[in-house]
Every structure is written in structure tokens, then in C-alpha cells.
């Protein structure tokens, strides 16, 4: 017969247990339909991150977007406002591999977090298709999903890509150990200073160009005249 005690052992198991069973967002395959907004196709919403405060919701989109989105240094993002905890990016998307379709996408996101919610806002949308009938960039609103079977796969091939990536953001949002952010006022004015975190000079000066390991320094170089030198995680050097 089961005791008290082995009946609660096995409840705090499965307490514990349950959320690291809990799907991801990609895992749930989520998706984020096209609305119309006036006369222009946007993708909009938000999305709750119970438990997380604001300033972590946006230090782990901002740093996904970083690494996920700028080629180097946060080429690709086009504003960033720290204290309003909001950025903007411009993304580039392209068809799935397994997609019968061969488009390549453009379109404006902005982020906010507020409330313990990340709203975003996709614009601007616009295709660049290998059809015959769309061979230059075409922008979302010309296309007819009503009326033109091959028009509604090209929206529903945008919808299925841009979904893929917020879900990719948001479970890294949930999952990334970021490290503690205790220096917003350089990051919004792009200052480097002694005692920031890798993390940190990832959020104020992006990818750097090139990173050197040896006796336990790390050296990020940024530019011919813009050295950071990273001890146990911090920058205890910087040249410029």
C-alpha cells in the first residue's frame, strides 16, 4: 500500500516533470496569420511570457534578433529603444526547402514588450517570386488570394515561414539563461564600458567581426580600432 509520503514524492515528481514536457511554440507549430490593417497586409499580435518581467522578455528578443537576424555587427536592425523596450528589424524570410515554393520575402517587424506580453507587428511585406507572372519584388498587397489559387499559396507559404521564425524567437525567449543586464544606459547610447557581460555588448554592438581565445582572454574586435578583451565573462579591456 502506497504511504503518504511516497503519494507526495511521485506528486513533486510530476509537478516537476510537466513543464519541461510542455510543447515549444514550434513544437505546437503555431501559427500567425496575414490581417489586413487599412488597405495593407500585416501580421500582429502578441504574445505572454508568464512569470518573465518585461526587461528579460525584451533583452532575449532583442539578442535573438541579433543572433539570428543581423549578418554582422546589427546590420538589419533599424531602431532600438531601450527604455521604451521596442526595437525594429528588417527581416529577410525564404520558402522552406520542401515548399513547392521558391520566393524570398522582405518585410518590416517592430517588437514592443509591455505587460509581460511581446507585441509584434510585421509590414511592408513584400516577394520576391520565381514565377513567370511575379519576377521582380512585388509587394503583399498586389496579390489576390480571393480570386488566385497560386496567390493564396504564396500567402500561405509567407505565413508559414514568418510563423517559424517568431516561434524560433519566442522559444528562445522562454529558454535562453540570459545573464543579468545591469547596464541599459550604454547599451541604448552604444558605449562600451569595464564590467559588461558578453551578453550586453552583444545587445549594444551586435556580432563582433572577429573572436580570439587564448590563456583564458577572449578578445572581440569590432572594428581596426575597437577591441574588447573579456575576462570570466566581463570586459575587463577595452581599446579604441
Request: proline content about 4%.
Amino acid at each position: 500500500m502506497m504511504t503518504k509520503r511516497q503519494f507526495l514524492a511521485i506528486m513533486y515528481l510530476l509537478t516537476g516533470v510537466i513543464p519541461l514536457i510542455a510543447q515549444t511554440f514550434t513544437e505546437q507549430k503555431k501559427s500567425y496569420p496575414v490581417s489586413a490593417d487599412g488597405n495593407k497586409y500585416v501580421v500582429s499580435g502578441f504574445t505572454p511570457f508568464s512569470g518573465m518581467q518585461d526587461v528579460n522578455i525584451y533583452a532575449n528578443a532583442l539578442l535573438w534578433t541579433v543572433k539570428n537576424v543581423c549578418p554582422q555587427l546589427r546590420e538589419g536592425i533599424t531602431e532600438v529603444n531601450a527604455p521604451a523596450k521596442n526595437f525594429s528589424c528588417d527581416l529577410i524570410l525564404a520558402s522552406q526547402a520542401d515548399s513547392n515554393q521558391k520566393n524570398t520575402y522582405y518585410c518590416k517587424a517592430l517588437f514592443q514588450v509591455k505587460d509581460g506580453k511581446l507585441v509584434y507587428y510585421l509590414s511592408n511585406i513584400r516577394i520576391e517570386s520565381s514565377a513567370v507572372i511575379m519576377k521582380k519584388i512585388t509587394p503583399m498587397e498586389k496579390l489576390q488570394p480571393d480570386k488566385k489559387a497560386s496567390h493564396k499559396e504564396i500567402m500561405d507559404d509567407f505565413v508559414q515561414v514568418e510563423s517559424q521564425v517568431l516561434n524560433k524567437m519566442f522559444d528562445f525567449i522562454v529558454t535562453n539563461q540570459l545573464s543579468p543586464i545591469t547596464h541599459w544606459n550604454e547599451i541604448s547610447i552604444n558605449k562600451p564600458v569595464k564590467g559588461m557581460t558578453e551578453d550586453e555588448c552583444l545587445l549594444a554592438f551586435g556580432k563582433p567581426q572577429t573572436i580570439q581565445e587564448s590563456n583564458g582572454e577572449v578578445q572581440w574586435m569590432y572594428s581596426s580600432s575597437f577591441y574588447l578583451f573579456f575576462k570570466n565573462g566581463h570586459v575587463e579591456t577595452i581599446i579604441k
